[in-house]
Each structure stands twice: as structure tokens, then as C-alpha cells.
């Protein structure tokens, strides 16, 4: 998922931005962190399913999921460089911070951040959806 995002920012603007290495940080641990997770868990789902069940099942889980585990990641830097506004940890008002914060930064990454999975993440996730599908494990 870095690559795809460094591809769609080469492509979108010659790697024009000054958070180019930390964007390709948050697209990584994004994929990597979600891969762990979503796989097993989707295999456990789809046992004995015909392939196109399977294809399906893997493309909606790991395009859901990954775009979640990216967007999670995006809030949680978000929510780092805004948390010294902020009130003490803990408090009703620091609770409503941390909420909004986090709920801006979702909506900013799904309107600006998703694309960036766009054209190289599509077609990796077809292929890789239909790799798995294919095989059984």
C-alpha cells in the first residue's frame, strides 16, 4: 500500500509534499498491520466456499479492512499533533477532543487519503484476491 501511495502521489503531483515519508509509513503499517489479522480471519469464514465466494469474500474484507487499518493509523497521527491542545488525558472535555479529532481525521482520509489506494492498490488487491482464492490453505 506505500507503493500504491507513492505511486498515486508521483503520479498526482511528482512527490511534491513535505509528509512524503510519513504518508508512506501510515500506507504501510496500514497494509501490514490489517494482513495479519484479515486473512486468517477470512479464511475461517470462507471454508468450503466455490472460489468466487471466495474471491469476493477476500476483496470486501481486505479492501474494508486495510482502508480502515490505514485510516485508523492517519487519526491516531492526527490525533498525536493535536493532542498538546488538548485538555488532561482522562477528562469529559479530553474524551470529546479525542472523539472529534479522530472522527475529522476519518472523513479527511476517506475524501483525500482513500485515493491515494487508487489506480496500483486496486489492481494489487484484484490479483491478490484472486491468489487467495485460488489457493486454499
Not at 481525521?105 to 489492481?123: C, D, H, M, N, R
Request: net charge positive.
Amino acid at each position: 500500500m506505500a507503493a500504491s501511495a507513492i505511486a498515486a502521489l508521483y503520479l498526482r503531483n511528482g512527490l511534491l509534499t513535505s509528509h512524503l515519508t510519513a504518508l508512506a509509513l501510515v500506507y504501510f503499517f496500514g497494509g501490514a498491520l490489517s494482513w495479519p489479522i484479515l486473512i486468517p480471519l477470512t479464511r475461517r469464514l470462507i471454508r468450503k466456499r466455490p472460489a468466487s465466494a471466495r474471491f469476493a469474500a477476500f476483496f470486501l474484507v481486505l479492501s474494508i479492512g486495510t482502508t480502515a487499518m490505514t485510516a485508523f493509523l492517519f487519526a491516531m497521527d492526527y490525533r498525536w499533533f493535536y493532542s498538546r491542545w488538548h485538555a488532561p488525558f482522562g477528562s469529559l472535555v479530553w474524551t470529546f477532543q479525542f472523539l472529534f479529532t479522530g472522527a475529522s481525521a476519518v472523513y479527511q482520509f476517506a475524501v483525500l487519503g482513500v485515493t491515494l489506494f487508487l489506480p496500483f492498490g486496486l489492481l494489487c488487491l484484484i490479483a491478490v484476491s484472486a491468489y487467495l482464492a485460488r489457493h486454499r490453505h
